[in-house]
């Protein structure tokens, strides 16, 4: 089968990636899986790194590059957005309170879908709204499972420590209670995608009179089921995309 596109540079590119897929490699590993001449897989692969598709590990090697994750999750969104609006109203309908799901990007948190409670006393998060990652129970989740270096560095100025967010990924939720706002209190739980990365968080958010200084308590076993029914319901949308 010939896979040529007829655009030499990208077939050329679309062979490093492809090499890449199987792990780290050196650029003599490069070289030997791909079949390319040195100067042309170097030249490549740095080309490469500069846009982020491919990056360098400890040892200098070359791996695929965080963008590919990136556009993996843009690509999975719609999927992801039309699967929460039902998930969210239920999930305001038994707990009470406003549901939002949140996606990080870059050093912000934003409120990408939302359910609000219809009356009384609210935190009322707009869609599209951009929230601190310092600070809060989603902000939370999504550092919880970050790559080690990328969490450490999302600790400084944090609300929250180290410790605490070893508790959470044995718990698989988070809770806050005044760390974003005064008065309001959260609690989060991770929306994994296919591969199990969380790709998302899935929070009930309203005053503390009502949610309580647990409010993980009161909550967490709801927020859990919700993020749980998402997550499963993309698995499900991957296979079925798989399959036609």
Same mark, same amino acid.
């Not at 001449?37 to 590059?65: I, K, S």
């Not at 699967?83 to 309908?93: F, H, K, T, V």
């Not at 308590?217 to 709801?222: K, L, S």
């Given at each position: 089968?010939?896979?040529?596109?007829?655009?030499?540079?990208?077939?050329?590119?679309?062979?490093?990636?492809?090499?890449?897929?199987?792990?780290?490699?050196?650029?003599?590993?490069?070289?030997?899986?791909?079949?390319?001449?040195?100067?042309?897989?170097?030249?490549?692969?740095?080309?490469?790194?500069?846009?982020?598709?491919?990056?360098?590990?400890?040892?200098?090697?070359?791996?695929?590059?965080?963008?590919?994750? #990136?556009?993996?999750? &843009?690509?999975?969104?719609?999927?992801?957005?039309?699967?929460?609006?039902?998930?969210?109203?239920?999930?305001?309908?038994?707990?009470?309170?406003?549901?939002?799901?949140? %996606?990080?990007?870059?050093?912000?948190?934003?409120?990408?879908?939302?359910?609000?409670?219809?009356?009384?006393?609210?935190?009322?998060?707009?869609?599209?709204?951009?929230?601190?990652?310092?600070?809060?129970? &989603?902000?939370?989740?999504?550092?919880?499972? #970050? #790559?080690?270096? %990328?969490?450490?560095?999302?600790?400084?100025?944090?609300?929250?420590?180290? &410790? @605490?967010?070893?508790?959470?990924? %044995?718990?698989?939720?988070?809770?806050?209670?005044?760390?974003?706002?005064?008065?309001?209190?959260?609690?989060?739980?991770?929306?994994?995608?296919?591969?199990?990365?969380?790709?998302? @968080?899935?929070?009930?958010?309203?005053?503390?009179?009502?949610?309580?200084?647990?409010?993980?308590?009161?909550?967490?076993?709801?927020?859990?089921?919700?993020? #749980? %029914?998402?997550?499963?319901?993309?698995?499900?949308?991957?296979?079925?995309? @798989?399959?036609?």
């Amino acid at each position: 089968m010939d896979n040529s596109s007829g655009v030499g540079v990208l077939d050329k590119a679309a062979l490093v990636l492809s090499a890449l897929e199987a792990g780290p490699a050196s650029l003599a590993g490069l070289v030997a899986a791909t079949g390319l001449a040195r100067p042309t897989a170097h030249r490549l692969a740095v080309a490469l790194e500069h846009h982020r598709l491919v990056a360098r590990d400890m040892q200098g090697r070359f791996t695929l590059g965080p963008r590919l994750g #990136e556009l993996s999750s &843009a690509a999975g969104e719609d999927r992801l957005l039309a699967a929460a609006g039902p998930i969210l109203a239920r999930l305001r309908d038994i707990t009470g309170e406003s549901a939002q799901l949140f %996606r990080r990007q870059g050093d912000y948190r934003v409120c990408v879908a939302a359910a609000e409670r219809p009356s009384g006393l609210r935190d009322s998060i707009p869609i599209g709204s951009q929230l601190t990652m310092l600070a809060g129970s &989603a902000a939370q989740i999504l550092l919880a499972w #970050e #790559e080690p270096d %990328r969490l450490h560095r999302g600790l400084h100025g944090a609300a929250f420590n180290a &410790a @605490a967010l070893a508790s959470i990924r %044995r718990r698989g939720w988070a809770q806050s209670v005044g760390e974003r706002e005064p008065g309001v209190a959260s609690v989060s739980a991770g929306v994994r995608s296919p591969s199990g990365k969380v790709i998302a @968080a899935v929070s009930v958010s309203g005053p503390l009179e009502r949610m309580s200084r647990q409010p993980g308590r009161m909550h967490a076993p709801a927020v859990l089921a919700a993020t #749980e %029914r998402l997550t499963e319901s993309l698995r499900r949308a991957a296979t079925d995309a @798989a399959t036609k």
